[in-house]
């Protein structure tokens, strides 16, 4: 079993920040590794779309729209993965998702990668 645990404001007005956090916990056996950890997010009527996400070494990657607002920081060895959004906008209003891609070890014996998702939390930014 994989879980996620969300927390963070909600709402924010333009020009404030908010943050946040994510805790994943892996229980079963057939998870072998976390590769990466980040958000997603889903704006209404539309498909969920990676707006962050971060590796164990350090390296990031960011959607263009939000490069240099947003940061993303992961606590390896706490399975923990914070977004702060620094000058939100009203265009960052959506369901963030915490996101976390893992090797796992299929029915079959084989290994596949698979993505895995919480179950998201609402983030309103006001103008």
């Known amino acids: 079993q994989v879980q996620f645990r969300e927390s963070g404001d909600g709402a924010v007005n333009t020009g404030g920040s908010l943050r946040l956090s994510c805790v994943v916990s892996?229980?079963?056996?057939?998870?072998?590794?976390?590769?990466?950890m980040g958000w997603d997010r889903q704006f209404p009527g539309q498909r969920r779309q990676k707006v962050a996400s971060?590796?164990?070494?350090?390296?990031?990657n960011y959607e263009d729209s939000v490069k240099g607002r947003f940061t993303i920081h992961r606590d390896n060895s706490e399975n923990t993965v914070y977004l702060q959004m620094n000058n939100p906008k009203p265009e960052d209003t959506a369901t963030y998702y915490c996101?976390?891609?893992?090797?796992?070890?299929?029915?079959?014996?084989?290994?596949?990668?698979?993505?895995?998702w919480g179950q998201g939390t609402q983030v309103t930014v006001s103008s």
């Open positions: 996101t976390a891609r893992m090797s796992v070890r299929q029915p079959g014996g084989g290994i596949d990668e698979a993505d895995f």
């Open positions: 892996v229980v079963s056996g057939n998870i072998l590794n976390i590769f990466s």
């Open positions: 971060i590796v164990a070494g350090g390296n990031t």
